[in-house]
């Protein structure tokens, strides 16, 4: 890009920051330091604002530069993505949204201690959840770094180092002034601006091709270099059983994953009713549905205009399809509309990985102070001191997202995303349903239920091709590799259920069949709900 193009995405840049940080300085001005108020956002939203905001915190780098990139790559291999993160979405609506809002006050160990034994179920939940957000938080930090190596038409250590170190000191600022209402509201300023950007894009795509999608599809396989093989399953996950493995571990990752994310689950809490929550959820499945149609347009138009090597070129993971398709509708790479194009979709990539890394930042501190910290003191002491330790937590998980960022820069965002799925999947959702549904269930369960998901599902992704013993790893210099599969969700996740059967029937606990059904009925009726 020319040094004029350039500047004019910096602009656009600049002023998404610059609203932003007016958002979070107008809110902090307005608030009154209380838990709920850092947390939840005082519960005064709407169905619609929440629906935006859920859309605005799911719809991340992963699905806009990742999906698209794998789609543009790898053909229908990179549709498992989008149907997986779609169908995740009935699982919430129809198993957690209410319940979770009705059991819970700002986080998912809420639910789970409502009838255990609170300080282990606590300390288990919150670590699950921390580890959780920060792999979540790895996969947007590379996302930045692509979007500005493109940019700036550099892939430098530096330009790529700045890049994260800028998307970690932003969010660190989201968060600790402007709690969970600022957060919201970015949220929804970036839903609104990503799906404009989605649809002019798949707009133009289409008109390439005078709204003939079967002549998009031949085009993308024919230039592709695989032919027909590029529009049927196995251009990634073919092959060998281990690839296929591979597919189905992804699969349940995916459709599971979303029930047990940290930064979903703590948008329920942002309103003020169960039923709220669940109009919510349909809000957010619109959104989202749309949105995840369009990428399948702007992967195979990737594909079509701009050509798989082209892009590979770019981005040996594919993160910058939908930046270099941008500039190839908008005239070709030098021309004014390129650019102009180029820059707005970059800057609306950008403005998604702000307001998702602030959001996950928000989901994570709240763990560590309201979980963690709130576990170690005594009750009375807790609320104010509370939010001051989730302030400076926010600090420490910036940190470290942003040093585990510059490690794993060479990966795809979406892949990055999936594992965080899995993790959450084996950690969070087998206790959280058992919380729910399970009548004999026990703390000791319920800590075994989370460990025995979470220690797995960590040990087997550092054992993992994704950590060592190929030139894709983090660490390709070296091989430790005994894990074939890329995703371990197909061995983590049954054994974060079995871990909690087994820890409850070995358990010498009996359990409160009065805080059972107290539980019960609050989740069906929201009798008793904060």
């Known amino acids: 890009m020319s040094t004029e193009h350039q500047t004019l995405a910096l602009i656009l840049f600049s002023v998404f920051i610059a609203v932003t940080l007016g958002i979070t300085t107008w809110v902090s001005r307005n608030r009154h330091g209380s838990a709920e108020e850092f947390y939840a956002g ?32 790898f053909g229908y291999d990179g549709l498992l993505y989008s149907v997986g993160f779609l169908v995740a979405w009935l699982v919430v609506l129809f198993l957690v949204a209410e319940l979770v ?8 160990a809420d639910v789970v201690a409502a009838r255990m034994s609170e300080r282990p179920v606590r300390i288990a939940a ?4 921390v580890v959780v957000s920060v792999l979540y938080l790895i996969a947007q930090m590379v996302g930045a770094a692509s979007l500005v190596g493109l940019l700036l038409g550099s892939s430098s250590a530096t330009a790529r180092t700045l890049a994260v170190v800028g998307v970690g000191a932003l969010m660190v600022v989201y968060v600790s002034f402007g709690g969970m209402r600022a957060t919201t509201w970015i949220q929804i300023v970036k839903a609104v601006l990503l799906m404009g950007g989605a649809i002019t894009l798949t707009v133009l795509v289409l008109l390439r091709f005078h709204g003939n999608f079967d002549q998009l599809l031949t085009t993308a396989a024919d230039r592709s270099g695989h032919g027909r093989e590029f529009l049927a399953p196995g251009l990634k996950y073919g092959g060998d059983w281990t690839a296929r493995f591979d597919f189905m571990s992804l699969g349940l990752a995916l459709v599971l994953g979303t029930a047990g994310l940290p930064h979903i689950l703590s948008r329920f809490y942002t309103v003020p009713t169960a039923r709220a929550a669940r109009r919510s959820v349909v809000w957010a499945i619109a959104l989202i549905g749309g949105f995840y149609l369009m990428t399948i347009v702007l992967g ?3 594909a079509a205009l701009v050509g798989p090597d082209q892009v590979r070129a770019s981005n040996a993971s594919g993160n910058t399809a939908v930046p270099l398709l941008a500039a190839f509708l908008g005239g070709g790479a030098g021309s004014t509309g390129g650019a102009v194009l180029f820059a707005f979709v970059a800057a609306i990539a950008f403005a998604t990985i702000l307001a998702v890394v602030a959001g996950i930042t928000l989901a994570s501190s709240a763990s560590v102070a309201h979980d963690l910290y709130a576990s170690l003191k005594r009750r009375h002491a807790r609320q104010r001191s509370e939010v001051a330790v989730a302030r400076v937590a926010a600090v420490g998980i910036g940190a470290v997202a942003i040093a585990l960022g510059l490690l794993a820069q060479n990966l795809n965002v979406a892949f990055l995303v999936g594992l965080a ?7 969070n959702l087998p206790v959280l349903l058992y919380s729910l549904f399970w009548r004999d269930f026990t703390t000791r369960g319920a800590v075994w239920s989370v460990y025995g998901g979470l220690v797995p599902a960590v ?36 054994l974060g259920f079995l871990a909690g059967w087994l820890g409850t029937v070995t358990s010498s606990e009996e359990p409160d069949e009065a805080k059972h059904a107290e539980t019960e009925v609050r989740s069906l009726t929201g009798a008793g709900a904060v």
Do not use: H, K
């Open 300 to 302: 195979f138009g990737a």
């Open 421 to 427: 799925f899995a993790v959450a999947a084996s950690a």
């Open 459 to 494: 040990l087997l992704v550092l054992l993992s091709p994704v950590v060592s013993g190929s030139a894709e790893s983090l660490f390709p210099g070296v091989d430790f590799q005994y894990f074939p599969l890329q995703n371990p969700g197909i061995v983590s996740i049954p």
């Open 42 to 73: 005082g519960r005064l939203f709407s169905p619609m604002e929440n629906g935006f905001a859920i859309a605005g915190d799911y719809m991340s780098a992963a699905s806009f530069l990742g999906i698209s990139g794998l789609i543009a790559l």
């Open 126 to 129: 919150g670590t699950s959840s």
């Open 101 to 108: 809002r009705n059991c819970g006050r700002f986080t998912l």
